[in-house]
């Protein structure tokens, strides 16, 4: 419905204020950015005031505001509020009437959910155009020589003017020359030229036209134009940036004189600089177009000229340079917004906060320039915060967000914090742990500030969280200090106390007053004092003591007191023409200070019938210049100067030679001087002699103590007669300063362009930018064209400036440059450095950067270690961050003393480090863990019960050994025979060489059947049979391997697969063929397998010998009993008992190695020649250790 009113409006308001075409408003948005800083409403143009600020979050309410007041929310005849929050500003009202309090300076303020923010303000102006300020007036100019005509007008917006002649606008030719500040130069007239001139006004508000001017041009003698001159010089001008400047110099002369520009500076003139005959003009004026101009009109084949010169000076509104940036940080915490602009004038910051003015205060402070801090932060510190620059030609500003981040489980606020004054430099502050999570508090900080004053230093104390007391030291007596308290947990801050306001109690004053004497009659001496300000008193004055005595009765000395509000006192019955001495001291409740130094004062000796009923006091700072002729007093008011009329001063010339009656002393010159006066030039003095100067105050009663300075002028030059007079010569142009370090500034200058004077020396002027204490301010000489300047402070910014020095006259000095000095190391460490034991392994530091940082501090290096004598190289190290001013230092040893000091880094390096200071860490206290001790109790339960369960399963499996006996093993006698008969000696040769294998592995049951009822020789008649069937007349080895392992029945039938496996893999050779049948690789039958196993029966664990039998081609058969081969080591993995033999069931199996395939080894050896190669080591055998050997064997055929 808001927006059909709106558009229902604008309809009607094109209807009644004009055509078509300005029906569209003017649009102009508010932000906080840059933009226009001025707007017209023209007539029958709309104006729309946008307020678009750019914030986040939707703004809910938007107030706008004139000239800083709020504007009415019904709007009003002018004044029309949009639904969108935008305002109209209508160019006439409805009835036609001409707006009336519209114009003036508009901004918006937006507030949202997080905050408010405000606009920059825009000036809205009225189209108007004033009277003539000047118009055209008649012009008598002879043939060839140039007219001038000039209109001088105001309007908003600028006003554009052209001219007429006769009624018809003047052509378009370069002798006529239309300024743009309303000059018509017309160049080398001639008769056509002679008409009524007029100019013509005109901008959106209305139309003007000037008064006729006439222009006759005569004929006849030139006589006056044969000099040069500039008839119109250039005119001093303030042009804001951004508009068209013009600077014109209009000259004549017989010849046409030639006109030159150039800059007072020495700088070329920029190029965007147009020449319009001879005028300069700049379109677009910036700030680089400011200056001074100077224009020269030389006469041609002369050196005859003439100068004019005039100052371009260009403000511009502010800008914002580096804006504050926005900033998330936790509670407790320091925010910092640094805002810097630019502008000319300089622009003035102040700050805002939700659209309100910020003002220092116990937490929160504005330093110079643009920068503002706040301490503590807590949660109403949350909002938006703007930079706003102002100069007067505008606004700028910029918007920075703060977000307050609060964690859970902070500690609330400490409570009922109080402070007891101890003395009047000491205080007591206690105060009780937080209501919640008081257990979580790791320290406390207690800060500290003066009530009074809005720019004092904060000063924080941090203390560990075994104490709720701190004794506060170093305060100044009878002042106003406020304090509160913050906790702090490994989360973080909690919010301050409330904070709370003691005054310090008094002490004696620190120093006397000061004490003026004075005589009223022969009797009576008067003595004045000044009140000692509150910092000296040290409290409320009561009472001041005078002493007084003779001088030739220094022991008897009297005293009288008066009342503390009392100013004067008069001693009285005292001796005439007597000294006495006197002195004084002011005293509090507490006592008496320190009395002054003893002063004398004569008594007069006759009754003087002036009014001496008041007393002034003689002005303070007086200090005198000297040069060769001159001296230059200056001195500060008097501390009563309200009773001063004006002031006299007096010079005396002081005779050098001195006679036995003392000095002799020339006429003395007295000068009444205002009571405003403050310096005072004496001149006509002679060189190198001594004067006396006197400054007092005086009203119309008395005359007041007098000041004194006593002094010798400067030597005189060694010359004999003064020079002529001489213009003073130019300063040096084109002035570059360059940093050359940290202490040095090299500064370079080129000589004046228009010099008369010859220059000899130049002085430099060095001193810290905006500095006003003349201290400060150095003076160098140099003969060159440069020089280095050496000494500075490091990152200090200067200010120099260059003057030229002729023989006896010196020049201006020059326009000042601005250079920074390059940072260096700094050259003090950090202060106050403060330790406290926050636990058994944390100590919390804390300090305050250096007085001399020389730059920008970018770490803080922190050296601990807990052995001072310990080189520094072995110290432990912690780095932090430029900005923090505190640090937790965690890892450390309970108990222990630790030793800390810190150092100051900048980009150039590191600087001192601080005097070592100690802290000493607690024991450690500790405390049950439940969860841990219940984690113990349940492992060891688990353990026990795996241990019960293993040891029932353990007697368990030794019931089932106790089963089988221990058998008896006897010697094995192997005969070798074919068929049943022994084995021949004539053997037949054979291709293959076979070994055959008797093992017994640990539960050799591979069928799983029982031993059968079978007698050994029944056993071995089989198993000779076996061998029989695969001896050839090769030489056949064989090896009947007895093993013998005590092990559980469950392990045998493992390890007697895993050997079969292990000797199915090892018997495999690439020189072997497979292509042989051996009958040995055929499986036994069960009759013969039984006869095996009998045969393990008979052997006892104890005498299981390992035979070997070898057959040859001769039929010789060969045994070996128990004795190991030479050479052999025993084999690895052997498995040993508990020392005894166990009833286990020993079981002995004759097998045959065979192939992957199933298929007997088979090779072609020589005749006579059978190579045995990793034959298994006989095994150790002995009471209680049993071995078990399995060994690949490979056999070689040449």
Not at 597 to 620: C, G, K, R, Y
Not at 696 to 708: E, L, R, S
Request: aromatic share 6%; with cysteine; charged share 20%.
């Amino acid at each position: 419905m808001a927006v059909e009113s709106t558009i229902w409006l604008f309809c009607l308001l094109s209807l009644f204020c004009g055509p078509s075409k300005q029906e569209k408003p003017v649009s102009v948005e508010l932000s906080c950015g840059a933009g226009p800083s001025h707007v017209v409403l023209e007539p029958g143009l709309p104006l729309l005031l946008d307020c678009n600020l750019g914030a986040s979050e939707a703004a809910f309410n938007i107030t706008w505001l004139q000239d800083g007041q709020p504007l009415p929310r019904e709007g009003g005849d002018f004044l029309q509020y949009l639904a969108n929050g935008s305002l109209l500003v209508l160019p006439t009202s409805k009835d036609g009437r001409s707006p009336q309090g519209v114009e003036g300076g508009y901004s918006c303020v937006s507030a949202s959910v997080l905050g408010a923010l405000t606009s920059r303000t825009v000036n809205v102006l009225l189209a108007s155009l004033s009277k003539f300020h000047q118009q055209p007036s008649p012009q008598t100019v002879p043939a060839g020589g140039n007219a001038r005509f000039e209109c001088q007008i105001e309007g908003v917006p600028t006003p554009f003017i052209t001219w007429e002649k006769d009624t018809v606008a003047v052509p378009e030719e370069t002798r006529l020359i239309s300024l743009l500040n309303g000059v018509l130069q017309i160049l080398e007239v001639t008769k056509e030229d002679e008409g009524a001139y007029r100019c013509v006004v005109s901008n959106s508000a209305r139309k003007d036209i000037s008064h006729e001017a006439r222009l006759t041009v005569t004929t006849g003698s030139t006589e006056v134009l044969n000099g040069v001159a500039i008839v119109a010089p250039p005119q001093n001008a303030t042009v804001v940036l951004g508009r068209p400047a013009v600077m014109e110099c209009m000259a004549q002369g017989q010849p046409k004189p030639l006109v030159s520009w150039s800059r007072q500076d020495g700088k070329p003139i920029s190029t965007d600089v147009v020449v319009l005959a001879t005028n300069l003009v700049i379109r677009d004026t910036r700030p680089l177009h400011a200056g001074v101009y100077v224009c020269r009109a030389n006469k041609p084949k002369t050196r005859e000229f003439v100068i004019a010169a005039a100052e371009l000076h260009v403000p511009a509104p502010p800008v914002i340079l580096q804006p504050p940036e926005t900033a998330s940080l936790s509670r407790g915490n320091t925010a910092r917004f640094v805002c810097n602009s630019s502008g000319e004038p300089p622009p003035v910051l102040h700050w805002l906060k939700d659209g309100h003015p910020i003002k220092s205060f116990r937490r929160v402070k504005t330093q110079s320039p643009g920068v503002l801090l706040i301490n503590q932060l807590a949660l109403e510190d949350e909002g938006y915060y703007q930079c706003i620059a102002d100069n007067g030609l505008g606004t700028a500003c910029a918007t920075a967000k703060l977000t307050v981040i609060v964690r859970e489980g902070l500690p609330s606020s400490p409570r009922h914090l109080s402070a007891t004054p101890y003395s009047s430099t000491t205080a007591l502050l206690i105060w009780e742990k937080p209501e919640y999570n008081s257990d979580q508090i790791i320290g406390y900080s207690v800060h500290c500030q003066r009530a009074a004053g809005s720019d004092n230093v904060e000063y924080q104390y941090a203390m560990n969280n075994d104490t709720t007391e701190y004794h506060v030291k170093e305060l100044l007596a009878h002042t106003a200090y406020t304090f509160f308290v913050v906790a702090y947990s490994p989360m973080g801050a909690s919010r301050p106390s409330l904070p709370v306001t003691v005054e310090m109690l008094e002490d004696v004053p620190s120093v006397p007053p000061q004490l003026s004497i004075a005589s009223t009659s022969p009797t009576d001496i008067r003595l004045m004092w000044h009140p000692l300000s509150s910092q000296l008193s040290r409290g409320a004055v009561t009472s001041y003591r005078i002493e007084y005595s003779t001088v030739d009765q220094v022991d008897s000395v009297f005293s009288v007191e008066v009342g503390g509000n009392e100013t004067q006192f008069t001693l009285r019955e005292l001796q005439p023409n007597h000294a006495y001495r006197l002195r004084i001291a002011a005293g509090t409740e507490v006592g008496f200070g320190v009395p002054s130094e003893w002063a004398q004062h004569q008594t007069l000796a006759h009754f003087n019938h002036s009014d001496h009923s008041m007393v002034i006091f003689a002005p303070t700072e007086l200090k005198v210049r000297a040069r060769v002729n001159t001296l230059n007093v200056t001195w500060h008011p008097t501390p009563n100067h309200t009773l001063v009329s004006g002031y006299k001063l007096s010079c005396r010339e002081v005779e050098a030679d001195e006679s036995a009656n003392g000095e002799r002393t020339t006429q003395t010159h007295t000068i009444r001087l205002r009571k405003k006066a403050r310096y005072h030039l004496l001149t006509g003095l002679l060189p190198d002699r001594q004067y006396e100067v006197r400054v007092w105050a005086f009203n119309k009663q008395i005359d007041g103590a007098a000041a004194m300075w006593n002094g010798r002028t400067d030597k005189a030059h060694d010359r004999t007669s003064l020079p002529p007079m001489r213009p003073p010569p130019l300063p040096p142009s084109s002035i570059q300063a360059m940093a050359n370090s940290s202490t040095s500034i090299w500064l370079r200058w080129e000589k004046p362009r228009f010099s008369n004077v010859r220059i000899i020396n130049y002085t430099v002027r060095c001193s810290p930018a905006g500095t006003t204490n003349a201290s400060l301010v150095s003076y160098y000489t140099s003969s060159a064209q440069e020089i280095q300047l050496g000494a500075l402070r490091p990152f200090t910014r200067y200010e120099l400036a260059v003057q030229s020095n002729g023989v006896d006259v010196v020049g201006p000095f020059s326009g000042t440059v601005e250079e920074s000095t390059l940072s260096d190391r700094p050259s003090t460490p950090p202060e106050e450095l403060q330790l406290s034991a926050l636990d058994s392994s944390s100590v919390l530091a804390s300090w305050r950067p250096p007085l001399e940082p020389n730059g920008i501090i970018i770490s803080y290096r922190i050296l601990f270690s807990g052995n001072l004598s310990q080189p520094e190289h072995l110290w432990e190290i912690l780095s932090q961050e430029g900005s923090i001013t505190s640090v937790e230092v965690q890892g450390l040893s309970s108990g222990t003393r630790y030793f800390f000091k810190l150092g100051a880094s900048t980009e150039m390096g590191s600087g001192p480090y601080s005097p070592i200071k100690d802290v000493h860490t607690p024991l450690q206290k500790y405390e049950l863990d439940i969860h841990a001790v219940t984690g113990i109790i349940v492992g060891v339960c688990l353990g026990l019960i795996c241990i019960l369960l293993c040891m029932c399963f353990s007697f368990r499996n030794g019931k089932s050994r106790e089963v089988s006996g221990v058998l008896d093993s006897t010697a094995v006698t192997l005969q070798y025979r074919r068929g049943g008969c022994l084995v021949s000696t004539n053997v037949p040769e054979c291709s293959d060489s076979h070994e055959l294998e008797t093992l017994m592995p640990s539960g050799s049951q591979e069928s799983g059947q029982p031993l059968e009822e079978a007698t050994e020789e029944q056993s071995l008649m089989d198993l000779e049979d076996r061998l029989c069937i695969s001896v050839c007349s090769n030489q056949v080895e064989a090896e009947v391997i007895v093993h013998s392992e005590l092990s559980e029945p469950g392990r045998e039938k493992e390890e007697e697969g895993s050997e079969r496996e292990k000797d199915s893999n090892t018997t495999r050779g690439p020189s072997l063929s497979e292509d042989r049948y051996s009958p040995l690789s055929q499986p036994s039958p069960p009759g013969e397998r039984d006869a095996l196993k009998k045969l393990s029966l008979a052997q006892s664990p104890s005498s299981l010998p390992l035979i070997k039998l070898v057959a040859n081609h001769n039929g010789e058969r060969q045994g070996t009993g128990d004795q190991p081969s030479a050479g052999i080591e025993p084999q690895q993995g052997i498995r040993l008992t508990n020392g005894f033999h166990s009833p286990k069931t020993v079981r002995s199996v004759l097998r045959s190695e065979h192939l992957e395939n199933g298929d007997s080894r088979h090779c072609h050896s020589a005749p006579g020649k059978a190579i045995s190669t990793g034959l298994s080591p006989a095994p150790f055998v002995s009471s209680g250790l049993v071995h078990s050997t399995s060994a690949a064997h490979s056999y070689l055929c040449p």
